[in-house]
Every structure is written in structure tokens, then in C-alpha cells.
């Protein structure tokens, strides 16, 4: 024996790979715990308001600096939430990481892809995806190159030929040589690096984004302005314009919305990973309560993965004639899928010497092999026999029906280096997928949310139409075989079953459902699904699917459970329709805020609030009910954009703020209503603590105990506030003459505020709303 049929035997020694270079150290798919403290300390916001607390530290307004307090414990909250969803993904995370296996010392390992060594001999076969540069040695196998070449289609690779990192294997087996790793490999890529995709895009961080880019460029500007003229204003008085700038200044931040909605995002995969699915990106959760069109393989994902042979109809041979070439076909052949596993099953294996082996893959759909004079093949009857006679074609049609039907054939002709030599047909073999149990009643649950579902399969049209029926699917389905790609944009139109779609048909289907404006999921588990996966706005693996398929997917449901979807759902839907209704509290503030502090640059009098003032009506009208209603049950439907949402929520409360305000300083014109600053800016605390309130009530519609709860809480809280601790807050108590105004003021506030929702909601009814 030489040293090379030595090493395909035995491998490296452990001593060997212990020595030799590795693959790159795992990476998680969360984030650090570094990176969590730098993400939620160093913001711009975090920056202000340490820059504001010393400012007024210097000044001696000591008081005012409590609002750092709250900031630092929104702080201490955002980290350790977020620390304790990283703990539960990680755990999950090494479920989920993706294994190679590898010969040492003549035993066959499953090792994990980043302790693949230099010179290791690993053995890979259908759906993994090559974890580092190598050389055929022994065996046949096809990859898809397309993360080196950008063409899908597959390319054969036999002994001495090269495998590069991060292409996936279609069909075959072979033991392979690692050449280089890590960062020497040609394409420097990793097993998870095949994920070269758009990251999903979220309209939650993308309208966050914008809000803090705009504010970002206003604050510094107007919190100078404000100094200078409150400076002017207060006649030189440092520590008075310092306090009045501040104000002004953290009025316009919305310092926990950021902070809101990471751990909101956080808290929703601690809850996920409960129910066995890894969310391996975020704002999938986001994408995939807002999917309006579902798109599934079928096998591995509608069905369990797994067949079984039902029958096996003679046509040209004995059943035991028939019996023993199946075994021999079986045991030359290196395939692996749910096919030849329950082939092998039914028929056992034999061992034969074949003088040629042709592996299945996605796009001839048969796999065959030569045995002396007699060439042996089974597969799709439309693609090994595609002239077959009426009378079979009759019987396969009617078979189809209900069952999934290989045609085996037999020749005496070699095969040619392309397609198929020509062929007689030898026996029909049928098979029956397993359907999950919880498909259907998922698959409901998506229908009964406005989600339109659609299949697609490599099977025969009548076995999809069957598969779709037993799982709630009914309709026609279309073969898509020789469909030209220019015409399927408009089958999505017509059709939602596709039968014998290759896997970039998959692809294009996915594309043009979301040309047509649909946001689009695709649950998979196979190498073939990985062009679609990649190609939809939330991509789906089953836990059993191929390195591949897990790889590449924003979400793994890691016990197979189908039914744990309307749960990830339900949890996007909570996270976005509470997150609109907090981040509406927030910025009710910025808005009011930013137009007080531009209001009171024009008309040159002391801002109306204290920063400690600030700090009372925004834990009151904002912090506390904002986390509290961001982690409640939310199951409703997702409409519109979330920036028109949160506009369209906070513009009538910070309206009303504004002009109740603004109304309070006009009744400072008339001499017998005139008061001091200090009642006059408690009268500005009280009018907006009042609106904050009843800015609650309507966010929190319809009340239920929890949040009739939380609403009389915040208001004896913000009551008790300004009765209790009138000398902290600078809460001056107001004359029966200023009462009077005040009552006034808070009626005509209350009428502006719902006359305004009254308005934004006709407008929006009628298709006029500008938000």
C-alpha cells in the first residue's frame, strides 16, 4: 500500500492535526459582550447627557443632574437584557454550528468547520459546504461554485480536481485533501461565509437611524443658540442659563428610545430560543411579521424529509430480478438524499464493482450506474425516459396521482460524457412523502393572517398538487420545467404551486413575487433551497437541513418543529406594534421639546422647564410606560410604515403640549392673569404632565387591567410629585386666579388633542394623511 492509499485510509494522526494550522476560531452569531457594553455606552446621546450632568455639576444645580440617574439605569437594564438573550443564542448557536467529518487516525470524527487542521482528510458528500480549500482524492461529487465563479450551475469534481471554501456540494461523495484554511484559502471565506446576501433591511432601525441623524445635526446648533439667548435673557446668570439649556437640550433627545428597542429586540430572542429557534439575525423577527407571501419547499419542510416505498410495478423483469439490481444500483451509488435512503431501505444494499457511477443532482433529477454490459437508472420518469411510450406515460400520469413515482431503466450502451445512453424502461417504483402533522394547521394560521402561501418542488405536478392538498393547499400547480424565466414573473401572478422547479427557478420565483411589492419568506432545508434562502427578505432552515441551508438562514428551527413559526411571528408582531407605540410616547417629547426651544430663541423669555423637571414627567409619561407596554402581548396585524406609524400616534401630543403652552404665555398679556416664572413654568409641568397622561390612556386602548393598571400608577405617581416634593421639582403651587387658567388651558388642550386624532384618522381614511 503507498502513502497516498495509506492516508485516504488513516488520515492525519492526532498528533498531526494537533500541530497543524486551523481553520478561524468560531465566531458567534451574537454579538460580544464587548461590543454590547461599547454599542449601549458610546452613543452620541450618552455623550450629551454626561457633557449636560457636568455642566450643571459645575454650576452647583445639583438637583437637576438626577436625570443621569435614570439614564444609567436604562443603561444598567439595555446591558444585562441584552447579555442574557446572548447567553441563551450562544448555547443555541452550538447546536447549530455546522460539523465536518474528518478521518484521524483511521476513525471517522465529526469535527467542528473551524478545527478542520492543514492536511486533514475529511469525507464530504450531498448538502455540506466545504469548510476550506481541498483536493479530490478518492470518489465523485458536484459543487456549486457560485460564491468564486457567480454561475450556479454545478461543476463535477473528480480525483485531483480543486474545492474552494464556501461552495456546497449538489450530489456525490468524495474524501478530500484540505490544502489551505482560514484566511489562505482562495476565496478567504469561512462555512458560514457562503452567506454573501443583502442584509435584511428593517424599518424599525432604519427610521431610528434617521430620527437620531436629524436630531444628531439639530441638538449641538439650538443647544448653543438657546445658551447665548438664555444667557441675554437671565441677564448673565450662568447657572440659570446653563439649567435652561439643559432642559431645552434633553427635551429634544429621546434617550431611551435606542435603548427601548434593542432590548425589546433582545427580550424577543430570550423568548425564541425557548421554543428551539435560533435567530441568527435580528430584525428578521421584524421582517417576518411583516411577510405577506410565504414560499416553502416541499420536501424536508411541508413533509418530514423522509419516504417511504410503497410499490414497485414490474415492466420488463421478475420482482426479485428487480429486487437485486436495485440493491447493486444502491450499494454503487454515493448518493445520500430522502430517495435512496428509503430505496436502501426497502431494498438493502449490495456490494458491486461499477465500471461508471453518475450521482444524482438538482438538475438531471436521475442517478445511474454501469455494471459490465448493463447500465442501470433511476429518476424522474420525464428525464430518464423523456420519449417514453403512451401507454407508460398514461400509467406513470395516473400513479402520480397520489404517489411519487421513479422510473427505473436499464441499457446496454455505456453513458456518454452527457446525458443518458439510450434506455428501456425496467419497473415503476413509488413512493410516499411523510407530511408533518403540524403543517397544516400552520399553514392555516399564515392563511388566516392574509399571508399568501406558495410551493415550490423539484417533484412532478400531481405529487405537489397531492402534498399541497393534504397540508391545506388546494389548487393546480405548474410545471415549470422548460419555463423561460421571462415568463414567470407573470405564473407568481396565476399559480402558487410549482412543480419540478430547479433551484434557480426557486430563486426567480422569489424575486418576482417580490417585484410585485411582497415582502417574501422561504423555509427550506436543502442546497438547492440556498439561491432562494439568500434571495427573500426572511429566510427559514429547518434544524435537520444540510450545512448549507443553516448556514445561510436568518432563522434555524432547531427541533423541526413548523409549528413554532406563528410564534415567531406573533413575537415580530409584538415587538413592531409595541415599539410604535412606545417610540410615539418618546417622541412626543422631541417634538414639543424642539418646538419649544425654537419658539423660545424668537421670542427671547427663560425656557419654561428645569432638567429635573424634564426628569418627572419623562418617567412618568414616557420611561416607565414605554418598557412596560413594549413587553405586553401584541398580536395585531402589521400596517403601514413604522415612521408613519409613530408620527401619526405622537404628532397630536406634541401639538397639544406646544399650544397649550403657548396659550398659557399669551394669558400672561393680560395684566390681572400675570404670575411669577416659577408658578408660571409649574403651570407648563402640570399642563404637560396632564396631556402626557392622556396621551397614555388613548396609547393604551383598549385598557385592560394591566394597563388601567399602569395608567392610574403614573398618574398618582407624577400627582404625588409635584404635591410631595414641590421644592425638588420646583413645583410652586398656583393662585385660584392661575388654577382657573390652567383648568381652562387643560380643557381646551384635551379638545385640541382628540380633535387632532379625529383628523389625522379621517385623513388617513381618505387616503390625504401626510403621515
Known amino acids: 500500500m503507498d502513502q497516498d492509499d495509506l492516508f485516504i485510509q488513516n488520515g492525519l494522526t492526532s498528533e498531526q492535526a494537533a500541530k497543524a494550522e486551523k481553520n478561524h476560531k468560531q465566531k458567534?452569531?451574537?454579538?460580544?459582550?464587548?461590543?454590547?457594553?461599547?454599542?449601549?455606552?458610546?452613543?452620541?446621546?450618552?455623550?450629551?447627557?454626561?457633557?449636560?450632568?457636568?455642566?450643571?455639576?459645575?454650576?452647583?444645580?445639583?438637583?437637576?443632574?438626577?436625570?443621569?440617574?435614570?439614564?444609567?439605569?436604562?443603561?444598567?437594564?439595555?446591558?444585562?437584557?441584552?447579555?442574557?438573550?446572548?447567553?441563551?443564542?450562544?448555547?443555541?448557536?452550538?447546536?447549530?454550528?455546522?460539523?465536518?467529518?474528518?478521518?484521524?487516525?483511521?476513525?471517522?470524527?465529526?469535527?467542528?468547520?473551524?478545527?478542520?487542521?492543514?492536511?486533514?482528510?475529511?469525507?464530504?458528500?450531498?448538502?455540506?459546504?466545504?469548510?476550506?480549500?481541498?483536493?479530490?482524492?478518492?470518489?465523485?461529487?458536484?459543487?456549486?461554485?457560485?460564491?468564486?465563479?457567480g454561475e450556479s450551475d454545478g461543476i463535477k469534481k473528480q480525483k485531483g480536481d480543486c474545492l474552494y471554501a464556501g461552495s456546497f456540494v449538489l450530489g456525490g461523495s468524495a474524501k478530500v485533501r484540505v490544502t489551505a484554511v482560514g484566511e489562505n484559502c482562495y476565496t478567504a471565506s469561512l462555512a458560514r461565509e457562503g452567506k454573501k446576501h443583502i442584509r435584511p433591511d428593517s424599518q424599525i432601525m432604519n427610521t431610528l437611524r434617521r430620527i437620531i441623524f436629524i436630531l444628531s445635526i439639530c441638538v449641538i446648533p439650538v443647544g448653543a443658540v438657546t445658551f447665548f439667548i438664555q444667557y441675554s435673557v437671565q441677564s448673565g446668570d450662568i447657572a440659570g442659563t446653563v439649567t435652561a439649556t439643559a432642559a431645552a437640550v434633553l427635551g429634544m433627545i429621546p434617550d431611551g428610545l435606542v435603548l427601548l428597542t434593542s432590548t425589546v429586540l433582545a427580550v424577543s430572542m430570550l423568548r425564541l430560543t425557548r421554543k428551539k429557534v435560533l435567530v441568527q439575525e435580528l430584525h428578521c423577527i421584524e421582517n417576518l411579521a411583516r411577510v405577506d407571501v410565504l414560499c416553502l419547499d416541499k420536501t424536508g419542510t411541508l413533509t418530514e424529509g423522509r419516504m417511504t416505498v410503497e410499490d414497485v410495478i414490474p415492466l420488463a423483469s421478475s420482482p426479485d430480478g428487480i429486487r437485486r439490481d436495485c440493491a447493486r444500483l444502491i450499494g454503487a451509488l454515493p448518493d445520500n438524499n430522502a430517495t435512496y435512503r428509503a430505496m436502501s431501505a426497502h431494498f438493502g444494499t449490495a456490494t458491486a464493482n461499477a465500471e461508471q457511477i453518475r450521482s444524482f443532482n438538482s438538475k438531471n433529477k436521475w442517478s445511474g450506474a454501469r455494471f459490465g454490459d448493463t447500465t442501470l437508472v433511476w429518476g424522474a420518469p420525464e428525464y430518464v425516459l423523456p420519449d417514453m411510450s403512451d401507454e407508460l406515460n398514461v400509467q406513470i400520469l395516473s400513479l402520480s396521482q397520489s404517489k411519487r413515482v421513479l422510473l427505473l431503466a436499464r441499457g446496454d450502451a455505456p453513458f456518454p460524457e452527457e446525458g443518458l445512453p439510450p434506455l428501456t424502461p425496467y419497473a415503476i417504483i413509488t413512493l410516499r412523502d411523510v407530511v408533518r402533522p403540524e403543517a397544516a394547521g400552520t399553514l392555516e394560521y399564515f392563511k388566516e393572517q392574509g399571508v399568501d402561501v406558495y410551493v415550490f418542488s423539484g417533484d412532478g405536478k400531481a405529487t405537489v398538487e397531492r402534498i399541497a392538498s393534504d397540508c391545506g393547499i388546494p389548487g393546480e400547480a405548474l410545471d415549470v420545467s422548460s419555463c423561460p424565466p421571462e415568463k414567470l414573473e407573470n405564473a407568481v401572478k396565476h399559480f402558487k404551486l410549482f412543480a419540478r422547479v430547479s433551484p434557480l427557478q426557486k430563486q426567480l420565483l422569489v424575486e418576482c413575487l417580490k417585484k410585485e411589492g411582497h415582502t417574501v419568506a422561504f423555509i427550506g432545508d436543502g442546497v438547492n433551497d440556498v439561491p432562494a434562502l439568500k434571495a427573500s427578505d426572511c429566510s427559514v432552515a429547518m434544524g435537520n437541513g444540510t450545512d448549507a441551508a443553516r448556514g445561510i438562514a436568518q432563522l434555524v428551527l432547531l427541533d423541526n418543529n413548523f409549528a413554532a413559526l406563528p410564534a415567531v411571528v406573533a413575537e415580530g408582531r409584538r415587538s413592531i406594534n409595541n415599539l410604535q407605540r412606545s417610540a410615539a410616547l418618546f417622541l412626543i417629547k422631541t417634538i414639543y421639546a424642539s418646538l419649544l426651544a425654537f419658539l423660545f430663541m424668537l421670542i427671547g423669555r427663560p425656557y419654561p422647564f428645569m432638567p429635573i423637571q424634564m426628569s418627572l414627567l419623562s418617567s412618568t409619561g414616557t420611561g416607565i410606560p414605554s418598557f412596560i407596554l413594549a413587553l405586553e402581548p401584541n398580536r395585531e396585524r402589521i400596517s403601514g410604515s413604522f415612521l408613519s406609524n409613530i408620527l401619526y400616534r405622537c404628532i397630536p401630543g406634541g401639538v397639544t403640549v406646544f399650544v397649550g403652552i403657548c396659550l398659557l404665555y399669551l394669558s400672561q398679556l393680560i395684566p390681572a392673569l400675570t404670575v411669577s416664572g416659577e408658578m408660571l413654568s409649574s403651570g407648563c409641568v402640570m399642563l404637560t404632565g396632564f396631556v402626557f397622561m392622556i396621551n397614555l390612556c388613548y396609547v393604551s386602548s383598549p385598557l385592560n387591567l394591566l394597563r388601567s393598571v399602569l395608567l392610574a400608577s403614573m398618574c398618582i405617581l407624577f400627582t404625588l410629585g409635584i404635591l410631595l416634593f414641590p421644592q425638588l421639582f420646583g413645583i410652586v403651587a398656583p393662585s385660584l386666579t392661575f388654577a382657573a387658567v390652567l383648568l381652562t388651558t387643560a380643557a381646551a388642550e384635551l379638545g385640541l388633542f382628540y380633535g387632532l386624532r379625529l383628523l389625522l384618522a379621517y385623513l388617513r381614511k381618505t387616503g390625504h394623511c401626510p403621515v
Open 28 to 149: 458567534s452569531t451574537s454579538l460580544s459582550v464587548g461590543q454590547i457594553l461599547l454599542r449601549h455606552i458610546c452613543t452620541l446621546f450618552n455623550l450629551v447627557n454626561i457633557l449636560l450632568a457636568a455642566a450643571l455639576i459645575a454650576v452647583g444645580s445639583y438637583k437637576n443632574t438626577l436625570f443621569i440617574l435614570i439614564v444609567l439605569a436604562n443603561l444598567l437594564i439595555g446591558i444585562v437584557q441584552e447579555l442574557r438573550s446572548k447567553r441563551a443564542v450562544d448555547k443555541l448557536s452550538v447546536i447549530n454550528a455546522v460539523k465536518v467529518t474528518a478521518v484521524r487516525d483511521g476513525v471517522q470524527h465529526d469535527i467542528s468547520v473551524f478545527d478542520v487542521a492543514k492536511g486533514d482528510l475529511l469525507i464530504l458528500s450531498h448538502g455540506h459546504q466545504v469548510p476550506a480549500d481541498c483536493t479530490v482524492l478518492q470518489g465523485e461529487l458536484e459543487a456549486d461554485e457560485s460564491c468564486v465563479t
